[in-house]
T-cell receptor
Framework: QKEVEQNSGPLSVPEGAIASLNCTYS??????FFWYRQYSGKSPELIMS????GDKEDGRFTAQLNKASQYVSLLIRDSQPSDSATYLC??????????????FGKGTLLTVNP | GAVVSQHPSWVICKSGTSVKIECRSL??????MFWYRQFPKQSLMLMAT?????????EQGVEKDKFLINHASLTLSTLTVTSAHPEDSSFYIC????????????FGPGTRLLVL
């Protein structure tokens, strides 16, 4: 069973702080990792993708990947109340070709307090 | 770019009826489309994967005769929930992969189904 684990939260941070979201995965052969944001009642929207070990930065967001530890994280700098949402970690367990299946974690609920 | 639409956005139906949900990629050709279901406070569960012109691949435990998927073109996939029952009430979301970015799934806005 390929699993993706996230702390369900809620994670509460004050406005302007750094929010740190963590994710672990069980399939050591996984190659692609994604962070999606899902507002209540809405569908997920892609924030970041990461494929190589290390950090990847995009604006206020930084994704970190450590394949040896099977760990991926998302840092949100200067958190804003509009960042309040559920953050879903997704891992590509597909076997290649057109079979890009994602396994999602249950998500971490982030609340940014004004 | 990479916009995916779904129709309808929500639907209420009586138990025993069938409901069709459409998923369209608006500005790209989707080589593969995925259908997910999400119950309240739970994560997305993949139901099936469909490629244009071929039969869908269903995940374990998903009844292919109940959830009919048709992927008639590179921009349209449909999910039909046949003989819907109250336990089928859920949030159904499609996603699509394009030819230029074959690993990134772009999600539609979802369809909320309520079966009475």
């Amino acid at each position: 069973q390929k699993e993706v684990e996230q702390n369900s939260g809620p994670l509460s941070v004050p406005e302007g702080a750094i929010a740190s979201l963590n994710c672990t995965y069980s399939d050591r052969g996984s190659q692609s990792f994604f962070w999606y944001r899902q507002y209540s009642g809405k569908s997920p929207e892609l924030i970041m993708s990461i494929y190589s070990n290390g950090d990847k930065e995009d604006g206020r967001f930084t994704a970190q990947l450590n394949k040896a530890s099977q760990y991926v994280s998302l840092l949100i700098r200067d958190s804003q109340p509009s960042d309040s949402a559920t953050y879903l970690c997704a891992v590509n367990n597909g076997s290649g070709g057109s079979n890009y299946k994602l396994t999602f974690g249950k998500g971490t609920l982030l609340t940014v307090n004004p | 770019g990479a916009v995916v639409s779904q129709h309808p956005s929500w639907v209420i139906c009586k138990s025993g009826t069938s409901v069709k949900i459409e998923c369209r990629s608006l500005d790209f050709q989707a080589t593969t489309m995925f259908w997910y279901r999400q119950f309240p406070k739970q994560s997305l569960m993949l139901m099936a994967t469909s490629n244009e012109g071929s039969k869908a691949t269903y995940e374990q435990g998903v009844e292919k005769d109940k959830f009919l998927i048709n992927h008639a073109s590179l921009t349209l996939s449909t999910l039909t929930v046949t003989s819907a029952h109250p336990e089928d009430s859920s949030f159904y979301i499609c996603s699509a992969i394009g030819m230029t970015s074959q690993e990134t799934q772009y999600f539609g806005p979802g369809t909320r189904l309520l079966v009475l």
